[in-house]
């Protein structure tokens, strides 16, 4: 998280705004979990597909941790979740626990 804040920011950041950028950033990921959960537990016999960006759901960080988490609490055992992450880099690719599935397609032209 603190390699994606210094990007943005270029060493213009401080301490102070990392953490409100972390402190966001969590409050996103539940609030998307909070969401997908309501919904899946509404209608169990549905697929839901969430596009998001990689930082997410990588490493099953994010998102996927924070839906199970709320599925269990409800005592669901019967669903499934699976990340796919869309042209991962070469570092991530390495590390296979990163997703369930990588896509890689080719830059166009």
């Known amino acids: 998280m603190r390699e994606t804040y210094e990007s943005f920011?270029?060493?213009?950041g401080n301490s102070d705004g990392f953490e409100r950028?972390?402190?966001?950033q969590v409050?996103?990921?539940?609030?998307?979990?909070?969401?997908?959960?309501q919904s899946w537990l509404k209608h169990p016999?549905?697929?839901?597909?969430?596009?998001?960006?990689?930082?997410?759901?990588?490493f099953g960080d994010g998102i996927p941790s924070r839906?199970?988490?709320r599925l269990k609490a409800a005592g669901r055992k019967d669903w499934k979740q699976a990340t796919v992450l869309l042209n991962p880099s070469e570092?991530?690719?390495?590390?296979?626990?990163?997703?369930?599935?990588f896509w890689v397609s080719e830059a166009q032209p």
């Open 45 to 58: 016999d549905r697929q839901i597909v969430v596009l998001v960006g990689q930082g997410h759901v990588v």
């Open 21 to 24: 950028f972390f402190e966001a």
């Open 67 to 69: 839906v199970a988490r």
């Open 9 to 12: 920011h270029q060493g213009k």
């Open 91 to 101: 570092e991530i690719k390495k590390s296979p626990e990163a997703a369930d599935f």
């Open 27 to 37: 409050l996103w990921d539940e609030t998307m979990a909070e969401a997908i959960a």
